[in-house]
């Protein structure tokens, strides 16, 4: 069976395509026939052994995917989820990575495939569905109702947190950096829209709203020190994504007692993961939520899926397609 591996840190090229048999799993293990993988900016820093990422040595990348159960190892048939053999489910991290067509997983990173997604679909919930959710509820406490800026919608968490508005009951604004990625996000739940390359756009959505209660942040290192002008009092700035250093003015969070949190996916517990899935479910249920796939590669485009990822403007999810060719 095909895997991608990265034998050492570097460009795109370094993904390269093995044959490996998958192993038995072990106690409380799952082996997965992956079919389609997410693919993630966290992929490429870790490929590159950037932004503070720098695996061991060698390894498959990807921490999503969806597929069907091939075997259980010893224990694993006691997990909250009673999987056999064919099952279709997604993966929520991976012990072995995800870029392939097997992948090993703890039975608690295991999830039922909720009924109607494809493969593709199933391979974008974990990252930027349980990411949005933990930025909106678990870190930003967010209450139905309160106002929310995603300042980066257009992109796979961005895309995630407008629906999880919709879902949850929030009115939400967002921003993007293209036409195309504007008229994306106002057909997934933004009311309202501005350029998040112009302060001035932004502003005046901030203006109308009277101010966010919560802020969704993807590229704090351009947006940080601006968003402290976007809140209302007692506002929250999660900080989803940065790429670099960025200087603020404190004394801006002092009168509106303004917070500014980070936000990572791997602080996550097995019971938080539960409940997001729950959450899934009833939202995939009721269409607020349906995942929104950018582009489809083969396995032996992987280089190609990076380099695009972090070329062209956001709007929706790449997958890696892990099934052999016709």
């Known amino acids: 069976m095909k895997r991608i591996i990265v034998e050492e840190y ?15 799993p072990g106690p409380g293990e799952v082996l997965i026939r992956i079919r389609a993988a997410g693919i993630n900016p966290v992929d490429v820093y870790r ?3 950037s932004q503070g990422y720098a695996p061991d040595l060698p390894f498959c990348p990807g921490f999503e995917g969806a597929g069907e159960v091939i075997s259980i190892g010893a224990g694993g048939e006691d997990s909250r989820f009673v999987f056999a053999p064919g099952d279709r489910v997604y993966v929520a991290w991976s012990k072995t990575g995800t870029y392939g067509q097997w992948c090993l997983a703890d039975a ?22 349980f990411t949005a959710y933990r930025a909106l509820m678990l870190r930003g406490g967010a209450v139905s109702g309160e106002r929310v800026l995603v300042h980066g919608a257009s992109g796979g968490v961005g895309l ?14 967002g921003t993007a950096g ?31 709203a009277g101010g966010f209660d ?5 590229r704090a290192e351009k947006n940080l020190d601006a968003d402290l002008d976007y809140l209302a009092p007692g506002g929250r700035i999660m900080v989803i994504g940065s790429r670099g250093e960025t200087p603020i003015t404190p004394r801006k969070t002092m009168g509106i007692e303004a917070d500014i949190r980070g936000v990572v996916l791997f602080r996550n517990s097995d019971a938080d993961n539960m409940s997001i899935h729950r959450a899934l479910e009833k939202a995939i249920a009721s269409r607020d ?38």
């Open 10 to 24: 570097g460009g795109p090229e370094n993904l390269v395509m093995t044959d490996s048999e998958p192993p038995s």
């Open 214 to 218: 919560l802020v969704l942040e993807m």
């Open 289 to 326: 939520i349906q995942p929104v796939i950018r582009a489809e590669y083969p396995m032996a485009e992987a280089p190609r899926a990076h380099e695009e990822l972090m070329r062209e403007k956001a709007s929706g999810k790449r997958i890696l397609v892990c099934d052999p060719p016709d």
């Open 47 to 49: 490929r590159a052994g």
């Open 108 to 129: 608690a990173q295991v999830f039922p495939l909720p009924m109607g997604l494809s493969w593709s679909e199933g391979a974008a919930l974990f990252v930027n569905y």
């Open 160 to 173: 995630a947190a407008l629906q999880w508005c919709s879902f949850l009951g929030n009115p939400v604004w």
């Open 178 to 208: 293209s036409v195309e990625g504007r008229e994306l996000i106002s057909g997934w739940g933004a009311a309202w829209t501005a350029d998040h390359g112009d302060p001035r756009e932004v502003s005046a959505l901030a203006r109308d």
